[in-house]
């Protein structure tokens, strides 16, 4: 008997099956990492790293928006002094919140054994502006004149009241850290649209007078997805992405070399271990490469004309300022980033807030007014949408003593303002309601995973059945919870 046919007597249908299942697995890869091999067309990317991604093919339906740019607001921003106008407190400065308001909700280690809960009206005046009569105050000049491109938001609520547990909620849609962030999820579910820079991309930017909560590189993790979904940090100065460029001596054909030798071994190791992380090793390394190129190209600011500095601001030729991220994040969204997460520090006002909020204001006022206009001269804010607030609100009360001249606000979990402008989102609407005290939602009331879910919704993405299985559970990003507000859709 030769030695073929004695092979082919042993070759049986589960060899066969194993071999086939890894050849396919190496084309899947070599297509992973370019869309353009095997025919494919040009187009979006779906850097997919896991066989049962449910939207390999596309989104579950027609998308309203393409791209998402989310500002941040690191510390939440107090409502009562910013959009949610409540003339009424001024005439009650100084008594005690009413226990029929309070409710027996529990209240933060740092008022909990205040004897009293002091009212404190909002020092800052509010007008109502553009069409929509929507109220805005006078610490936000620039916002008050796009109000016709917004849709305000003051019902919205969480369980969370203290800043880790509600960042982490707000971003993973789970109080306990490991979760995937939105952009994660995001990546995984729709992939990129620009093979040469990270579907995901994060800026930070710190408020003046130093402090603010710290910022874990978790909320922009990517959990238990697979690791090229994580959220990709630019920062300000020469070395935009850490360790992307070649150290010296290493020139780029060198460094081509190199990564065609390691994506060999791996591709072997995949072979064997059909570990779906090598191929995420595969792809972040292809990705480096590439944004050695882009990178750069997207961080200079040169090309841009002055007017546009001018409607940015002066802060934003400074890198690194929040001002200046909004630039980068038009940029960046000009490239197709699918999603572009910014942090701004600095809004936790437990004391002496009149003498900081108007400081965060102006960091951030002009700047997030300038991005929603300049996507809107460019034609991209129809496909884009953009999204201003923080983790929870501000009491009404003060903590600790109430001082003519300063007082402080603890944080507030029962209501606050958030504000989205961009495609699918109607424009000039004030959605929900509040007592007279900021204190209790009245009517519409939307939840963080409602807000999650729209936010899906609008990219196409039933958050429903976007789910990934890890540990013998299918995880997603609102959880068991979650309904699009359909009544802010256009």
Not at 24 to 35: K, S
Not at 43 to 66: D, E, N, R
Request: charged content about 20%; hydrophobic content about 35%; aromatic content about 8%.
């Amino acid at each position: 008997m030769s030695d073929c046919h004695q092979y082919h007597e042993h070759y049986t249908r589960r060899d066969f099956l194993t071999k086939t299942s890894l050849g396919l697995g190496a084309i899947t890869l070599g297509h992973l990492l370019d869309p353009l091999l095997l025919g494919a067309k040009a187009g979006p990317v779906p850097l997919v790293g896991h066989p049962t991604s449910p939207l390999v093919g596309g989104p579950h339906f027609a998308p309203k928006v393409k791209r998402v740019i989310y500002l941040f607001q690191s510390g939440a921003p107090s409502q009562v002094d910013l959009f949610d106008h409540k003339p009424e407190l001024r005439a009650l400065q100084g008594q005690d919140l009413p226990p029929s308001v309070r409710q027996g909700q529990r209240l933060t280690g740092m008022s909990a054994g205040q004897k009293q809960l002091p009212i404190a009206a909002s020092p800052y005046n509010f007008q109502q502006f553009g069409q929509s009569g929507a109220w805005v105050s006078d610490l936000l000049p620039y916002t008050s004149k796009i109000v016709d491109e917004l849709c305000f938001i003051k019902s919205m609520y969480t369980e969370a009241i203290n800043h880790d547990p509600a960042v982490t909620f707000v971003q993973t849609g789970s109080q306990q850290p490991g979760r995937p962030s939105i952009g994660s999820w995001i990546s995984y579910g729709l992939g990129s649209d620009n093979e040469n820079l990270p579907a995901f991309c994060v800026l930070l930017s710190q408020g003046s007078g130093g402090g603010g909560q710290p910022l874990y590189d978790r909320l922009w993790g990517n959990g238990f997805l697979p690791s090229h979904h994580q959220g990709v940090q630019f920062r300000a100065g020469k070395d935009a992405v850490l360790y992307l460029g070649n150290p010296a001596g290493i020139s780029a054909e060198s460094r081509a070399n190199q990564l065609e030798h390691l994506k060999k071994l791996q591709e072997d190791q995949f072979e064997e271990e059909q570990d779906p992380e090598i191929q995420a090793k595969i792809a972040q390394y292809e990705m480096a490469f590439r944004m050695q190129t882009s990178v750069p190209e997207t961080m200079d600011l040169s090309d841009e004309p002055d007017h546009i500095f001018e409607l940015y601001g002066p802060d934003s030729r400074v890198p690194g300022t929040f001002a200046a991220n909004c630039l980068l994040a038009r940029r960046l969204v000009e490239r197709d980033v699918k999603f572009v997460q910014l942090y701004h520090r600095g809004w936790d006002h437990h004391g002496n807030l009149p003498g900081q909020i108007p400081r965060l204001s102006r960091q951030t006022d002009q700047g997030s007014a300038a991005l929603v206009m300049d996507l809107k001269q460019r034609g991209l804010l129809d496909d884009t949408l953009v999204i201003w607030g923080g983790e929870f609100g501000r009491t009404t009360y003060s903590q600790g003593k109430l001082r003519p001249d300063n007082f402080g606000r603890d944080h507030h979990p029962r209501c606050f303002t958030i504000w989205m402008a961009g495609g699918g989102i109607k424009k000039g609407l004030t959605y929900g309601l509040t007592d007279d005290f900021s204190y209790n939602i009245l009517k519409d009331p939307v939840h963080v995973h409602d807000f999650q879910a729209t936010l899906m919704h609008l990219l196409g993405v039933d958050h429903e059945k976007l789910t990934y299985k890890h540990q013998g559970r299918r995880f997603r990003l609102t959880d068991v919870h979650g309904k699009v507000v359909r009544d802010i859709l256009s």
